[in-house]
């Protein structure tokens, strides 16, 4: 590896920039579904040595410089790889969108990487030969991370993170530190390898320090991780039982005119499935759950369907779904939402949610007026796109406990699906609500990523998740990240499951990212005192 390490200290120029892209999308392939550690740990020291080797410049070039770009091939490489799956959902409509497929994953790859350029340039500023430089880049690498989450309405796919979370012992780091905190741990335990090479008069067991390290945190992750699974006790509730309905509508035959009610039959068929010896139906089901976006139209404009719906449902049991809703404020003005019903055995809403936090370009269109002169519009149907919801609340039904709803990909926000802004009393809800449509993406590696990134949820907060998808991952999840039950990808059919209860409050949902907030003041006070002291000497 020393040879390496000299030959990027040596590069510059576009050598230099493909060594960090073929570094980034090594690094890439740590994210789930893959979980290739061992690549993560290779390609990050590879920046550091090449930061050891970037030019010193002035001006607005030592943050648009030599170490900007460094870090922004990484960055490029790696969310080319870790998230290409995304240009899947360009095969849905087929046409001119195959043609923008490979451009608007590059742009969405080179936007990312910005946050990562940024990093890496900042972390020059402060630069020096010692060890503090892989904290230096640790700190600013996953300031950057939180940024890219958070920013812009934030998207934090494939968090660094993430690459700590392969299995159920190494996710329960995340009850303690959430997925920012082990973003911090996966950085500089890849970074601190840097300092092993190249080669110098330390004695091998000195330069060998690193790697102990490295050793030893994850040593304490995993041994946290088991005793944590073996010391937690988990209940069921005896008031719940659940029916997962997968459909498995294909995304390009969802929203065929003609086909709606064909769907609503094909829902009421799998619900109402006779499963069993005693062909027992729905008897003793409590709630049957449908996926996001279940029925492809307003229910508003076919109540046929309320009066199927009601007639499938026994006394006493709740069908919670996602649908289309619409609102109309004034005779000119409608509205229309991504939401969550809940309908009672008579066909009634008991209960709604409107999705808050909706996916640019997916569900609505930043700019519409401009863009839509051009033909360009978001992927869900309609020109509008969807509202957003004014607040996230709990759900509460006659016949269900409270519980936080999350659609689609609003479950992948750590630390932000309970908010203090809405008033929320996390500890009332008793389990989180996913409801998904991953058909975008079908045939890719993206719904089993989505599906792993909403699983950290209830990790992180020691509360089980119910998640519905159209056509996969379905699960119940405990709040240890175990599958109680779970329906692949591609699979069509249902889950009968009861409901686990929630653990006592985890350290990260009681303090959320306040310990990461302090890690990052911390490591960046360290470094910029370091820097000046070297500095003056």
């Known amino acids: 590896m020393s040879w390496i390490a000299q030959k990027c200290i040596l590069a510059y120029g576009w050598h230099r920039a493909m060594i960090m892209v073929l570094a980034g999308a090594l690094a890439g392939l740590s994210m789930p579904p893959l ?14 040595w090449c930061l050891d080797g970037a030019e010193k410049e002035t001006g607005l070039k030592r943050l648009f410089g030599p170490a900007f770009h460094i870090g922004f091939s990484f960055g490029f490489g790696y969310f080319l790889v870790s998230l290409h799956w995304i240009g899947f959902a360009f095969l849905v409509e087929g046409g001119l969108g195959l043609a923008a497929m490979p451009f608007a994953l590059i742009a969405l790859s080179a936007l990312l990487a910005l946050y990562w350029g940024l990093a890496s340039a900042l972390a020059h500023l402060l630069w020096t030969d010692s060890w503090v430089r892989v904290v230096t880049l640790s700190v600013f690498v996953a300031g950057a991370e939180f ?26 780091a995340a ?6 905190g082990l973003t911090f741990v996966a950085a500089f335990s890849g970074f601190v390898l840097a300092l092993i090479w190249p080669a110098d008069e330390r004695a091998l067991t000195t330069r060998l320090i690193p790697l102990f390290i490295v050793l030893s945190l994850l040593a304490l992750q995993l041994g946290y991780g088991q005793n944590r699974l073996t010391g937690s006790d988990i209940t069921m509730r005896t008031d719940m039982r659940l029916r997962l309905v997968q459909p498995g509508i294909a995304q390009a035959q969802k929203w065929l005119p003609g086909n709606e009610l064909a769907i609503l039959d094909r829902l ?30 307003f229910l508003q404009d076919y109540p046929v369907s309320l009066v199927r719906i ?30 969550i019903l809940a309908l009672n055995s008579e066909g009634e809403t008991v209960a709604r949610y409107d999705k808050t936090h909706l996916v640019p370009i997916g569900e609505y269109l930043p700019f519409q007026s401009f863009f839509s002169r051009f033909g360009l519009q978001q992927f869900v149907t309609g020109s509008r796109g969807w509202s957003a919801g004014e607040n996230r609340l709990l759900m509460q039904t006659p016949a269900t406990p409270p519980f936080l ?29 996913n409801l998904t449509n991953d058909a975008w993406f079908d045939n890719s590696i993206g719904p089993a990523q989505h599906f792993h990134h909403a699983r950290l949820r209830a990790v992180e907060h020691g509360i089980p998740m119910v998640r519905v998808a159209n056509t996969g991952r379905s699960a119940i999840i405990d709040p240890l990240g175990r599958l109680t039950g779970v329906m692949e990808a591609g699979e069509t059919g249902l889950i009968d499951a009861d409901m686990p209860n929630r653990l006592e409050r985890t350290f990260f949902s009681t303090y959320q990212n306040l310990p990461f907030f302090a890690v990052l003041l911390v490591g960046f006070l360290f470094s910029l005192g370091t820097h000046f002291l070297r500095k003056k000497s």
Not at 150 to 162: C, I, K, N, Q, R
Not at 175 to 180: A, E, H, P, R
Not at 271 to 293: F, K, R
Not at 310 to 316: N, T
């Open 35 to 48: 979980f290739f550690l061992l690549g993560l740990y290779l390609a990050l020291p590879l920046w550091v």
């Open 147 to 172: 940024m890219r989450a958070t920013l812009f309405t934030g998207f934090p796919f494939d968090l660094l993170g993430y690459a700590l979370t392969a299995n159920e012992t190494m996710m329960q």
């Open 175 to 180: 009850s303690l530190i959430g997925v920012f």
């Open 268 to 297: 009421i068929a799998l619900s109402s499935s006779q499963t069993g010896p005693d062909n027992t139906g729905l008897l003793g089901i409590t709630h049957v759950i449908w996926p996001e976006a279940a029925l492809p139209f």
């Open 310 to 339: 009601a007639q499938m449902l026994p006394p006493r049991t709740t069908l919670i779904l996602g649908v289309p809703n619409t609102e109309t404020s004034s005779l000119t003005s409608r509205s229309e939402y991504n939401s």
């Open 405 to 433: 709803p999350l659609i689609c990909y609003e479950a992948i926000f750590s630390g932000d699906i309970f908010t203090a802004r809405d008033g929320m009393d996390m500890e009332q809800a008793q389990f989180i609500l």
